[in-house]
């Protein structure tokens, strides 16, 4: 059996959310379905929901759960014990208007609130923001189980987080247990765990055509939220608005993934094969060494065992970078 010793790029999955717009065609030059509201763009994904199947190379029509089946050695180098499912879930959202409040739970309480279902811890890295959108991410100082309560039945859930005006290149990290929301015009990238386990805590009284309001979840929030996890502030990259040459920046650590911003030009080096990598590209382009052209709004998965992990950039490359621990 032939080695999995190439990138890989999957096709992408749209998913129509009552949240989303047309921004990840206009904004982010993805070619969506029909003329729909589409909210998220799943580049990666080992989900049952979905699972990703490879677009282009020697690859072609293999699905990401099959690579895992007949090559995971290969895929994960010496984390394959660790992991039955790919271990990431990387997704494009366009919140064109808001997402529910809402949160998701922890490796023990899904175990209990989401039998069957994984734990999901994220990061968020902040690709275009309209002036009035807006991002909600942990509890105010000495919120709880009673004020939380009262605000879903008063309207008032939002006076109750901790939130700020987002901006290009900050990123947010909500470990599991984080109650957050985000809307208003926010175009963004997002690593997380293999996971579609969420719970609505407020939907902000949205109702669709027929008056019908989507479902909440309070007593499942309510559970897993992490009470004693306060408001989350971004981290934003240096030099995102004025770019220099070479640039790397640490965005995110977890048990679950490393979250780096990475710039460079001229031949990229993503170091010595033996570990599992994915990088999404945010602006310039490039080539692999030997193989296919590599354009922004990819995402590429580097197997264990790829060799060769050059990219030769035209003029300048920028690119989220993913490892595990």
């Known amino acids: 059996m032939a080695k999995l010793e190439t990138s890989l790029r999957f096709e992408t999955f749209f998913r129509p959310m009552v949240w989303g717009g047309r921004g990840l065609e206009t904004k982010l030059g993805k070619t969506l379905p029909g003329t729909d509201a589409v909210g998220e763009a799943w580049e990666v994904s080992d989900h049952s929901l979905h699972q990703s199947v490879v677009a282009s190379g020697p690859w072609k029509g293999k699905s990401l759960r099959q690579l ?8 994960l180098g010496p984390a394959e014990a ?27 309480k899904v175990k209990t609130l989401w039998p069957g279902e994984g734990s999901k811890t994220e990061a968020w890295f902040i690709l275009d923001a309209a002036p009035a959108s807006r991002i909600y991410a942990g509890l105010k100082p000495g919120v709880g ?25 900050q990123c947010v990290f909500l470990p ?42 309070v007593e499942e929030s309510l559970a ?23 640039h790397r920046h640490p965005l995110a650590r977890c048990p679950f993934f490393n979250l780096d911003f990475v710039q460079d030009e001229g031949a990229v080096d993503l170091g010595s094969a033996g ?51």
């Open 145 to 169: 189980p009673e004020e939380l309560r009262q605000g879903i039945e008063d309207g008032t859930v939002a006076d109750l987080l901790h939130s700020f005006a987002p901006e290009p290149g």
């Open 176 to 217: 599991a247990g984080t109650v957050h929301a985000v809307g208003g015009g926010v175009l963004m990238a997002e690593i997380q765990e293999t996971s579609d386990a969420t719970f609505r805590l407020y939907d902000w009284d949205r109702v669709d055509a027929q008056g019908k309001s989507r479902t909440l979840h």
């Open 82 to 108: 660790r992991f039955k499912t790919f271990p990431w879930l990387f997704k494009y959202l366009d919140c064109h208007d808001w997402l529910s409040v809402q949160v998701h739970p922890d490796t023990e």
């Open 275 to 325: 570990a599992l990598q994915l990088i999404a590209v945010i602006s310039g382009s490039g080539r692999w060494t030997g193989g296919e052209p590599v354009t922004p709004g990819e995402v590429w998965i580097v197997p264990a065992a790829q060799k060769d992990r050059t990219v030769q950039a035209e003029g300048s490359l920028a690119f989220l970078r993913a490892t595990l621990p």
């Open 68 to 75: 895992m089946s007949e090559h995971r050695v290969d895929l």
């Open 224 to 246: 897993a939220i992490h009470w004693d996890k306060g408001p989350v502030t971004p981290r934003t990259v240096p030099y995102y608005s004025a770019p220099v040459a070479t």
